[in-house]
Structures are given as structure tokens and as C-alpha cells.
């Protein structure tokens, strides 16, 4: 598993290798989540606030898109529209109650 580990200071990486795996910083590890065509998803599973749960990464260039709210905000439409082509075995369970929940509204 490749792990990035971040310096004091530094919010987030502007770029990952590909096969990075956990990216830990001084706010918390994020775990590689969910991946569409075009993006790849790191999730803070201990972070509840939507401003830094989510890290975005083009797969074009491996560069940061968001590492804030409108990151979390794709995420959830992925999930919810169902485009994603990987999901990380802790996402699977999670996929699937958000899922349900939202069938339910």
C-alpha cells in the first residue's frame, strides 16, 4: 500500500501516483474511496465536516480538484447516480446505506 505523508502546513498534495493508497496529513489519513472515469475520491472517515472529508483527483494528470465541500458534493452524486467504477471495500457498506436512505426520501 502506498502511503503519501504530508508535511506541517500543507493541506493537501497537489498531485498523487497512481497507485497511492492512504494520504495522511496533520487533519487526518484519508483512505482512497471511490474512483469514477475521470476522478479518484480519498475520504477522512473520522471527518464530519464536509469542508475536509474529501480529497479529488483528476485521473488526467493526477492533480487536486477539490479538497472541500464541492469534492464531497461530487462524491455524493457519484454514489447516488451510481457512476462509479471502484469503490474500496469500507465504501461498499457505506454506498450502499446512503444508497437505501436515499431511495427512501
Not at 19 to 35: F, M, P, Q
Amino acid at each position: 500500500m502506498k502511503t503519501l505523508t504530508m508535511s506541517l502546513g500543507e493541506c493537501s498534495p497537489k498531485k498523487i501516483q497512481a497507485d497511492t493508497k492512504l494520504i495522511c496529513s496533520w487533519n487526518g489519513r484519508y483512505h482512497r474511496a471511490v474512483e469514477t472515469k475521470d476522478f479518484i475520491y480519498f475520504c477522512n472517515y473520522q471527518e464530519g465536516d464536509d469542508n475536509g472529508s474529501t480529497k479529488m483527483y483528476r485521473k488526467s494528470d493526477l492533480s487536486l480538484a477539490s479538497d472541500n465541500y464541492f469534492g464531497t458534493n461530487d462524491l455524493f452524486g457519484v454514489i447516488l447516480e451510481k457512476t462509479y467504477t471502484y469503490l474500496s471495500h469500507s465504501m461498499k457498506y457505506n454506498v450502499k446505506e446512503m444508497q437505501k436512505e436515499h431511495e427512501q426520501i
